[in-house]
């Protein structure tokens, strides 16, 4: 499996951004995908995770700004940030995880200016 991230750049406080992530190879109809973060000197942390049922959980520090969403038909995922804060600043990963194993995209920048 194939993860490419896409969407990252530099935005100031307040602002959007939508992340993409783009899934190949062979995808089970049955997965977990997710958005992980990691700011500098930090350890990586979930931000979302989306069932490929549509079930959705989001950690406390996004919850009401940002919005995961799937297209199965598409195996993309998508992050809709809003209301972007400086400490939203890390680099941002997509995680595939199914019974043939767990996958890491390359990660994408997001940098959020005050």
């Known amino acids: 499996v194939q993860l490419q991230a896409s969407g990252g750049g530099l935005v100031q406080a307040g602002g959007s951004l939508r992340l993409s992530c783009a899934a190949s190879?062979?995808?089970?109809?049955?997965?977990?995908m997710g958005w992980y973060r990691q700011a500098p000197g930090k350890q990586r942390e979930l931000v979302a995770t989306?069932?490929?049922?549509?079930?959705?959980s989001y950690a406390d520090s996004v919850k009401g700004r940002f919005t995961i969403s799937r297209d199965n038909a598409k195996n993309t995922m998508y992050l809709q940030m809003n209301s972007l804060k400086p400490e939203d600043t890390a680099v941002y990963y997509c995680?595939?995880?199914?019974?043939?194993?767990?996958?890491w995209g390359q990660g994408t920048l997001v940098t959020v200016s005050s």
């Open positions: 995680n595939y995880n199914a019974r043939n194993g767990a996958y």
């Open positions: 190879g062979v995808i089970f109809s049955v997965n977990v």
């Open positions: 989306i069932a490929s049922g549509g079930n959705t």
